[in-house]
């Protein structure tokens, strides 16, 4: 028998996974921010490489899926949800913002990926430090935003739908379906 989810829940769960991705992607940045002091100590290179290989999937897997879950699914649905006037523009100019960091985080993981490749392959110790401390700084305040800012706004708009009854579950749709594949 299909089992069908209260809509309140399909919203309240969409926006509780984006949330869930922050901590998860935050922790993993954390755990990255450490390897250019471990590449100095020969006791910690072994596992130095294997924070790299991990690093490498991560972000592969988790954070470039994130940036497309948010810019090709949750932008688009609250973007038309937002009343015409100043809603719709602070939505907008932040959708600009956030999308413009996604680029830049995007851009700095690209300029570090080929000595982290050579790190995870056992060819090499040489890692830009201050463009990893620069990389977990920029995520840490774009994540930090969206969860005080962004997210309260979407969850504010999306509750507001389901209070006039037209909120469908799209979004909570949509993403199942993304984790599915
Ligand atoms: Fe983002
Ligand atoms: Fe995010």
């Known amino acids: 028998m299909e089992t ?3 809509l309140e829940e399909s919203g309240a769960a969409a926006i509780a996974d984006f949330s869930h991705a922050h901590s998860q992607i ?3 940045l954390m755990s990255f921010s450490c390897l250019p002091g471990a590449l100095q100590s020969p006791a910690l290179q072994s596992s130095a490489r294997h ?5 490498l999937a ?3 897997e988790t954070i470039n899926a994130h940036h497309v879950e948010e810019e090709q699914l949750l932008f688009p649905e609250v973007l038309s949800r937002a009343t015409d006037g100043t809603e719709r523009e602070q939505i907008l100019s932040m959708i600009e913002q956030l999308s413009r960091e996604h680029r830049q985080v995007e851009a700095l993981w690209a ?3 080929p000595a982290l490749q050579q790190i995870a392959d056992g060819r090499s110790l040489a890692l830009d430090g201050q463009a990893v401390q620069q990389l977990v ?7 930090a935003f969206e969860e005080a800012e962004f997210l309260p706004l979407c969850r504010e708009i999306l509750r507001r739908d389901l209070a006039r009854g037209e909120f469908a579950p799209t979004l909570n749709g949509q993403l199942e379906k993304i984790h599915s594949l």
Do not use: N, Q, R, T
């Open 4 to 6: 069908s989810i209260p």
């Open 26 to 28: 935050i922790a993993h």
């Open 51 to 55: 924070v790299a290989a991990e690093a």
């Open 58 to 60: 991560f972000f592969h």
């Open 111 to 113: 300029g570090l990926e």
């Open 137 to 143: 700084l920029d995520y840490g305040g774009h994540a």
